[in-house]
């Protein structure tokens, strides 16, 4: 079955430090991948996706590569502020038909920005 | 404003009380899916729905009900036969089955 694996947290981080969450998954055939942000108490937003293989997504400065031959779709940051604290998740979608279409997230992981 | 929303955001209930959270999106979509999330874990897929009158069990449906009688909504129940319910739910919604899945708010539910 389809599965996500992705860095273990909490990752604590000084503001404008550089920032890796490592993604990794295990899919049939070319999976969509998404990052997906949570905010303390709130429910999840969409931060960026790539559909197929070395494709770029990004968004507020956040990018993710999607690196079919590592499995691999890495979120990366150059300079974090407080305001990204928050938990992060990887996911992926199968692109093949029928109901076999579900997301499949991984655990996440928390990002706490100091000052 | 588009958006999915999800009602109340909190809510408790007594140890065998069935109780039903609220799940509304004017974004037209299709498809709708219900997630079950317990701290430090991913999501996990309760139920969902590629089109009205239509839904299927996902991978924790056991103690829940859904129904999807209208595009726009789809209320969850959880039921007295679901062992352990204190949990965060959140309510998504996509264009169609294979479409970027976008979430409502949450609702946090604690049985006392």
Same mark, same amino acid.
């Given at each position: 079955?389809?599965?996500?694996?992705?860095?273990?947290?909490?990752?604590?981080?000084?503001?404008?430090?550089?920032?890796t969450?490592?993604?990794?998954?295990?899919?049939?055939?070319?999976?969509?991948?998404?990052?997906?942000?949570? @905010?303390?108490? =709130?429910?999840?937003?969409?931060? *960026?996706?790539?559909?197929?293989a070395d494709d770029?997504g $990004?968004?507020?400065? %956040?990018?993710?590569? @999607?690196?079919? =031959?590592?499995?691999?779709?890495? *979120?990366?940051?150059?300079?974090?502020?407080?305001?990204? $604290?928050?938990?992060y %998740?990887?996911?992926?979608?199968?692109?093949?038909?029928?109901?076999?279409?579900?997301l499949?997230?991984?655990k996440?992981t928390?990002?706490?920005?100091?000052? | 404003?588009?958006?999915?929303?999800?009602?109340?955001?909190?809510l408790?209930?007594?140890?065998?009380?069935?109780?039903?959270?609220?799940?509304?999106?004017?974004?037209?979509?299709?498809?709708?899916?219900?997630?079950?999330q317990?701290?430090?874990?991913?999501?996990?897929?309760?139920?969902?729905?590629?089109?009205?009158n239509?839904?299927?069990?996902?991978?924790?449906?056991e103690?829940?009900?859904?129904?999807?009688e209208?595009?726009?909504?789809?209320?969850?129940?959880?039921?007295?036969?679901?062992?352990?319910?204190?949990?965060?739910?959140?309510?998504?919604?996509?264009?169609?089955?294979?479409?970027?899945?976008?979430?409502?708010?949450?609702?946090?539910?604690?049985?006392?």
């Amino acid at each position: 079955g389809n599965s996500v694996t992705q860095m273990e947290g909490p990752v604590t981080l000084s503001e404008e430090a550089f920032l890796t969450i490592n993604c990794t998954y295990t899919a049939t055939g070319y999976p969509s991948l998404f990052w997906y942000v949570q @905010y303390p108490g =709130e429910g999840l937003q969409l931060l *960026l996706k790539a559909t197929k293989a070395d494709d770029k997504g $990004s968004n507020k400065g %956040f990018e993710a590569t @999607y690196r079919k =031959e590592t499995t691999s779709f890495h *979120l990366e940051k150059g300079s974090v502020q407080v305001s990204d $604290s928050a938990v992060y %998740f990887c996911a992926l979608s199968p692109n093949s038909g029928g109901s076999n279409y579900k997301l499949t997230f991984g655990k996440g992981t928390l990002l706490t920005v100091n000052p | 404003d588009g958006g999915i929303t999800q009602s109340p955001k909190y809510l408790f209930r007594k140890e065998g009380q069935n109780v039903t959270l609220s799940c509304e999106q004017n974004l037209n979509h299709d498809a709708m899916y219900w997630y079950r999330q317990d701290p430090g874990q991913g999501l996990r897929l309760i139920y969902y729905s590629q089109i009205v009158n239509d839904f299927q069990k996902g991978d924790i449906a056991e103690g829940y009900s859904v129904s999807r009688e209208k595009k726009e909504s789809f209320p969850l129940t959880v039921t007295s036969a679901q062992k352990n319910p204190t949990a965060f739910y959140l309510c998504a919604s996509s264009i169609g089955a294979t479409d970027t899945q976008y979430f409502g708010p949450g609702t946090r539910l604690t049985v006392l």
